[in-house]
């Protein structure tokens, strides 16, 4: 149990520097959460434990990374920490009522950065959510929940990058739904906002075809595009969007046939 984390406002306060709590979440002895992500010699893993945050426990996740770095326009060669980005990247949400994760603390030491943010208590991917389970005016509320907080990023040129249903997370309430977006290691801003649209929008459906049936993703582009009946520049998005995703699938499908002859 740690007891030494000191809440962290991101929008008032810079990075935590304090080196002594650096050090204790260093060196957490808690089982990984998932599988720690190996590459270009580093490393970056997460735990969930419990904190005490100010006389209070709380369930959080600390992200721990050495070396893991992420090459940036600002930082083309030796890059930056990628949790560092995804700091930022919190931060930029937070500014713009974009719901996403909330930060108790980061920090740097050398190659080394750690970030924790409180747990999302009762909230669910939802790529683990069956509409069919819901009632007709849950799933439609669900729908354009999620819908209306996609078209808040889009709207501020931001593209998510890693746009995955599992990135998505909802939590039911009694008038509605919650939407959070996690996992901002990528996302960056985009000049062209259509161009994050198209990117973004083709990952999330292509992910959802097994999931959602057609009237569903109707339903989404309805409430994403604020349209009831979709227009015919919204309609040349959705096409090329399906175009990418068909050319997506028949690229895998290849692959796959080549794998197995």
């Known amino acids: 149990m740690l007891n030494t984390i000191n809440r962290v406002s991101l929008l008032r306060s810079p990075p935590n520097k304090d080196s002594n709590v650096f050090e204790e979440l260093w060196h957490i002895n808690t089982p990984w959460f998932e599988t720690p992500n190996v590459r270009r010699g580093g490393w970056s893993?997460?735990?969930?434990?419990?904190?005490?945050?100010?006389?209070?426990?709380?369930?959080?996740?600390?992200?721990?990374?050495?070396?893991?770095?992420?090459?940036t326009l600002m930082h083309p060669l030796n890059g930056?920490?990628?949790?560092?980005?995804?700091?930022?990247?919190?931060?930029?949400?937070?500014?713009?009522?974009?719901?996403?994760?909330?930060?108790?603390?980061?920090?740097?030491?050398?190659?080394?950065?750690?970030?924790?943010?409180?747990?999302?208590?009762?909230?669910?991917?939802?790529?683990?959510?069956?509409?069919?389970?819901?009632?007709?005016?849950?799933?439609?509320?669900?729908?354009?929940?999620i819908a209306i907080v996609i078209r808040h990023l889009h709207l501020h040129h931001y593209q998510h990058n890693c746009l995955y249903p599992k990135h998505i997370m909802v939590r039911q309430r009694a008038n509605g739904w919650d939407?959070?977006?996690i996992d901002l290691e990528k996302m960056k801003y985009r000049l062209v906002k259509k161009l994050a649209v198209i990117h973004d929008l083709t990952t999330f459906v292509r992910h959802l075809s097994e999931i959602w049936s057609a009237r569903e993703k109707v339903l989404f582009f309805q409430a994403y595009f604020e349209q009831p009946k979709i227009s015919c520049q919204s309609k040349k998005i959705i096409n090329t969007v399906c175009k990418r995703i068909k050319w997506k699938d028949d690229a895998r499908k290849q692959f796959e046939s080549a794998l197995i002859t």
């Open 179 to 181: 939407v959070k977006l």
């Open 80 to 145: 930056i920490p990628t949790f560092l980005r995804e700091y930022h990247n919190i931060q930029l949400l937070h500014a713009k009522n974009i719901p996403t994760l909330d930060v108790l603390y980061f920090g740097t030491k050398g190659a080394k950065a750690v970030l924790v943010t409180k747990a999302l208590e009762r909230y669910i991917s939802l790529d683990k959510i069956e509409l069919s389970t819901l009632v007709p005016e849950d799933k439609k509320t669900l729908i354009s929940s």
């Open 45 to 71: 893993g997460v735990v969930k434990c419990m904190i005490d945050n100010f006389g209070r426990s709380e369930k959080v996740f600390i992200k721990r990374q050495e070396n893991h770095m992420t090459r």
